[in-house]
C-alpha cells in the first residue's frame, strides 16, 4: 500500500522559514517523481515544486526563489525548504509522486498534507 506522509507544518510568522518532508512507501520511490502542491481555503490546488527521478528540480515561475524542493532516495523522502514565507502562502502542502508506465498509464499517488499557516 502506497503511503504519502507529510510533516513540519505549523505556525511561522511571515519571513520566517519551514522544511517541509515527505516520507513515501509501498512504492519504488527511486523511479517517481515527487512534487508539492498546495491549496488555500476556497482555492484550486496549485503546483509548488516536482523534482525528477533524476533529482532535477523544477519551479513554475510564481514559486522561484523562495522554495527549494530536494529528495533522498536512501530514506524515500522529499521535502520543501520554505523561505521568506508570506501570509500567502498560508495553506495547507500535499506530497505527490508521479509516474508514467507506459503499459499501465500514469500512477499519482497523494498525501493528507501538512497546514502551514503564515501569520503574525
Known amino acids: 500500500q502506497v503511503q504519502l506522509v507529510e510533516s513540519g507544518g505549523g505556525l511561522v510568522q511571515p519571513g520566517g522559514s519551514l522544511r517541509l518532508s515527505c516520507a513515501a512507501s509501498?512504492?519504488?520511490?527511486?523511479?517517481?517523481?515527487m512534487g508539492w502542491y498546495r491549496q488555500a481555503p476556497g482555492k484550486q490546488r496549485e503546483l509548488v515544486a516536482t523534482?525528477?527521478?533524476?533529482?532535477?528540480?523544477n519551479y513554475p515561475d510564481s514559486m522561484k526563489g523562495r522554495f527549494t524542493i530536494s529528495r533522498d532516495s536512501a530514506k524515500n523522502a522529499v521535502y520543501l525548504q520554505m523561505n521568506t514565507l508570506k501570509p500567502e502562502d498560508t495553506a495547507n502542502y500535499y506530497c505527490?509522486?508521479?509516474?508514467?508506465?507506459?503499459?499501465?498509464?500514469?500512477?499519482?499517488?497523494w498525501g493528507r498534507g501538512t497546514q502551514v499557516t503564515v501569520s503574525s
Open positions: 505527490n509522486a508521479h509516474k508514467e508506465f507506459q503499459s499501465t498509464g500514469t500512477r499519482d499517488y
Open positions: 509501498g512504492v519504488i520511490f527511486s523511479i517517481y517523481r
Open positions: 523534482i525528477t527521478s533524476g533529482g532535477n528540480p
